[in-house]
Nanobody, 121 residues
């Protein structure tokens, strides 16, 4: 069982920056960040694949958000820059056992408790 603990959420003004962190209890082949706004489905934000160090970003965050890792600390980050009010959501760190596959909820078995991000205009 993989345990994930997120931190770093909070309130920020539009155009500002925020960094989310996720500490994992063990290494996994893939890590992802997802978000869920009230009344909406959980959606992918970004994913990282250990096998080739590749990344995926949703179109809505491309160029603004960056996913990164500190493998020595088993810590994964989501750097959020130039945030917009529509980025307001609960953000979840997730991990999966498959080194391949799309950046979607179904490929991620393990989930953190979530950290809330509120962007004010």
């Amino acid at each position: 069982q993989v345990q994930l603990v997120e931190s770093g959420g909070g309130s920020v003004e539009a155009g500002g920056s925020l960094r989310l962190s996720c500490v994992a209890s063990t290494d996994t082949p893939r890590m992802g960040w997802f978000r869920q706004a009230p009344g909406k489905e959980r959606e992918p934000v970004a994913c990282w694949y250990r096998i080739d160090d590749s990344t995926y970003y949703a179109d809505s965050v491309k160029g603004r958000f960056t996913i990164s890792q500190d493998n020595s600390k088993r810590t994964h980050y989501l750097q959020m820059s130039n945030v917009k009010p529509e980025d307001t959501a609960m953000y979840y760190c997730a991990a999966g056992d498959s080194p391949y596959g799309m950046c979607v909820v179904a490929f991620h078995t393990y989930w953190g408790q979530g950290t809330h991000v509120n962007v004010s205009s």
